[in-house]
């Protein structure tokens, strides 16, 4: 079939029909022309006529990622002031249609120019995955599966394309199909540098998802001992610590893997996390002493965290109530009122440390400094008042 006549009966099917008649089939048979003639010179046309149908069809997330595609195949297309001005039109229309606003309007503010299509639109795909916006997953999806239909000869770094659905679907929940573009890339492209990082994502399903627990913990372990990456290897060790806290419900095993998680990748985006667990499982398994050096080391690390009150509040339970370890609690908690006296606990911390300093500590005097300090700074709040009768 000479594809210009092919493309001659899609053109004319377009504008001769009705309303929304013959949509779906034009949409079949634009998808096929593609896949058929990657290299046809009016691809960028079937794109403005798929875009356009999306949109009138009210899948305007389809319809953006169309435009979009345009951008990127034909930077100094014909359409491009067009593409320009039916993107602002579906943000200005429908506000709230996409979080990716801002970064939509960036991209088509920039210069952009590739060695060939291909390249471009390979560049759309890493673009739109980086917008990270749920109403463009869908779309992604079926742009991907279109790219790699369209060179499926050679296709530009496919095992990467496997990988951003793996991790769309994840987003979308779609657990099954995510588990199987991993395991894909993992059979398909076993020397990958993405390798590690699929194995590691398949892992985390295997164990959340599908109760394979042993698998997961094989492979972790695996990955765990050969990733080069830090960032990978300690999330397989994050995640090896949650398996035996949640799923084999092994206190001692959890406690061990977050230690060694703690000590081994300090810079770790997954560290404060878990410093707070290797604290919460210690104190649930008993080691309370364990347990309030960990929650100290969070107040230390991480003092602009929201968590902090709790932390303390944790350690100083343990430390009073359960080790009887009253001045100690004391002073933690002076020391975290004058790290953070504009915190909105302050008050309390003081009013509990002052009650701790004279019915457990028996020191009268330090109960005395601390009803001062509270009522000196803190004199409009309800402990201020309590302070006072404190003393009395």
Known sequence: IDYNNYFNFLQQTYFEKEGRAYNTMLMDEFVDFIRTYPDADQLEQVFWMMAEIRSQEGHYGHALAGYLKILFYKPQSEFRTQVQEKILELCRIHPGITLAEEKIKNTMQQNLSFKNRRQGLFQFLSTVFAYNDSLLHEPLLHEIDLYLDMYRDQPNRAEILYYWQGQILESM??????????????????????????????????????????????????????????????????????????????????????????????????????????????????????????????????????????????????????????????????????????????????????KMAKNQANDRKKCQEICRLLIENYGQSAYADQAKSLVD
Not at 209 to 219: A, I, M, P, T, Y
Not at 220 to 246: C, K, P, V, W
Not at 315 to 331: D, G, P
């Open 173 to 354: 929940q779609r657990w099954p199909e995510a588990y199987l573009h991993y395991s894909k890339l993992l059979t398909l492209y076993p020397n990958s540098e993405l390798y590690i990082a699929a194995q590691l994502r398949r892992s985390i399903l295997q164990y959340r998802h599908f109760g394979k627990l042993e698998q997961s913990v094989d492979n972790l372990l695996m990955i765990i001992n050969s990733a080069e990456e830090d960032r990978l290897a300690g999330t397989a060790q994050f995640h090896l610590a949650r398996i035996y806290a949640d799923s084999l419900k092994s206190l001692s095993e959890a406690v061990n893997n977050y230690k060694l998680f703690v000590d081994a990748f300090p810079q770790h985006p997954l560290h404060a996390r878990a410093v707070w667990e290797t604290a919460a499982l210690s104190q649930q398994n008993g080691k309370n002493e364990q347990a309030v050096a960990y929650y100290l080391k969070y107040l230390e690390q991480y003092p602009q965290n929201p968590r902090i009150v709790a932390a303390l509040d944790n350690a100083v339970t343990l430390l009073s109530k359960t080790l009887n370890a009253h001045q100690r609690a004391i002073e933690v908690s002076l020391r975290f009122v004058s790290n953070h006296n504009e915190n909105e606990a302050a008050p309390r911390i003081l009013y509990r440390a002052a």
